[in-house]
């Protein structure tokens, strides 16, 4: 059975026996908090649960090494979203150890394109090396993602930005950066 199908009736059943009753929440961060963290698949239930938060505690944010790469970009929008809509009040930058993000380049990813079929040349004038571009040290792209969060002109000065970096393993939290504020 494709996986799909195998999900759609997982799911009846779950409506059916009212599994979402324990999950039933508001849309608001009940701890006034947004996280912007990796999409990492050992981060899934391990970063809720080594911050005791709970389904409605925190919004959420989370891409490909949990990055804020421009002021403008949708991870910056969803951080303001969070603080002026939905009553954030503090926000945390949430790199890991062992990221897929580390040491990527754009050169591997444009091959497996190409080996796929994908004609590479459709993408010129675009700058696909910044696009595609890891970090060297997760240190730093947590400090640089702060930066662009305490940077922006729309982030209230009244928000603090806090920089750390968890281990998928054990989810020990390495603080890097506390109480970081608009500085512009
Ligand atoms: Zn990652």
Do not use: W
Not at 10 to 20: C, L, S
Not at 160 to 176: A, F, M, N
Request: charged share 30%.
């Amino acid at each position: 059975m494709a996986k799909l199908d195998e999900i759609l009736t997982f799911n009846e059943r779950f409506v059916e026996n009212k599994d979402y009753e324990r999950y039933a929440t508001d849309k608001l961060p009940h701890k006034k908090m947004a996280i912007v963290t990796c999409m990492d698949t050992r981060l899934v239930e391990l970063l809720h649960s080594s911050m005791d938060l709970k389904n409605g505690d925190a919004k959420i944010i989370r891409n490909a090494g949990a990055i804020v790469s421009h002021p403008y970009d949708s991870v910056m929008r969803s951080i303001l979203v969070a603080i002026y809509e939905l009553g954030a009040e503090e926000v945390y930058v949430i790199g890991h150890y062992d990221c897929g993000m580390t040491g990527l380049t754009h050169h591997p990813v444009l091959d497996k394109a190409k080996e796929r079929g994908v004609d590479i040349e459709q993408m010129s004038g675009v700058d696909v090396e910044t696009f595609l571009s890891g970090f060297d040290r997760v240190e730093d792209s947590v400090r640089s993602s702060v930066d662009v969060i305490t940077t922006h002109p729309l982030l209230p000065a009244d928000v603090p930005v806090h920089g750390l970096v968890i281990s998928p393993e054990t989810g020990k939290l390495d603080l890097l950066a506390r109480d970081q504020f608009r500085s512009k």
